[in-house]
């Protein structure tokens, strides 16, 4: 669930998704006259579907809420902040329907269903309309209208919106974690420079799983190592500019095997 999701930061732009989505769902309702609206007139198809329509409109945008916000703490968006994301629609999206269905639609009259019976036979039809529609124009927009990365480049980011290190993939050393920071090491103009960002190790290693982790405080980059060294029994690895990194015991063998793989390539 820690794994990278196309996404678009640019909240203005998710409006286009709640236009479209609000004229999606009118149109659909108005033509096909699923869930009994074949049953409304013409007068009251033209004033209450364009309410519903705007419902679903609202119901794309109050989880716009969570997604401005986790994105401007954590400057990256995953699989489980977008299955969020889409648990809070469908919730929000409940209620608001089953309020306006009870109250607009049948004027509270008892004979008529509960939230459970509209959930079940009337809601989650509707999601199924919806849902489809949400998922894949995010993804279009998220892929389409992002800027192209750097493939020869990686961009380690931190807590802070202005928390982060661009560096070419080769520049890259090894990552330590240093407390609540982590020490990025790289190589600049031939020597060894470090810069400190607010985060956790566990975070990069999720976000770029080609860096090979050795220990529980260390992450490499494995286009530096050079050879295993022992001392005391216990297994280091010599990643150059005098940079000596400990393998935990228990990744010795998957370290051992990551490596050997590697420089045999």
């Not at 013409?42 to 364009?50: G, I, M, N, W």
Request: overall charge positive; some cysteine; hydrophobic content about 45%.
């Amino acid at each position: 669930m820690n794994k990278n999701y196309p996404f678009h930061s640019v909240l203005q732009n998710h409006l286009w998704i709640t236009l479209g989505l609000i004229l999606w769902v009118f149109l659909f309702l108005y033509f096909s006259e699923p869930f009994d609206i074949n049953r409304f007139s013409e007068d009251e198809k033209t004033y209450l579907l364009p309410v519903y329509a705007l419902i679903q409109g609202i119901c794309y945008s109050m989880p716009l809420l969570y997604q401005t916000h986790v994105y401007r703490k954590k400057q990256q968006w995953f699989l489980k902040n977008e299955a969020v994301f889409l648990i809070l629609l469908i919730s929000i999206g409940a209620i608001l329907n089953f309020l306006f269905y009870k109250v607009i639609i049948v004027d509270f009259d008892p004979g008529t269903y509960s939230f459970f019976q509209y959930f079940k036979w009337i809601y989650l039809p509707a999601v199924a309309i919806i849902l489809p529609f949400v998922i894949v124009t995010r993804i279009i927009l998220g892929k389409l209208f992002n800027p192209k990365e750097d493939n020869n480049k990686i961009t380690i980011k931190g807590k802070g919106k202005y928390d982060f290190i661009t560096l070419k993939k080769e520049e890259l050393l090894f990552i330590q974690s240093s407390d609540n920071y982590i020490e990025i090491n790289f190589i600049q103009n031939n020597t060894v420079d470090k810069k400190l960002i607010r985060g956790t190790i566990s975070e990069v290693e999720n976000t770029f799983p080609e860096l090979l982790k050795t220990h529980r405080s260390f992450l490499i980059n494995t286009t530096h190592f050079i050879q295993f060294k022992t001392e005391n029994k216990k297994l280091f690895l010599d990643l150059g500019y005098g940079n000596i990194i400990p393998v935990s015991r228990n990744l010795q063998l998957a370290v051992k095997s990551k490596l050997q793989l590697t420089t045999n390539k």
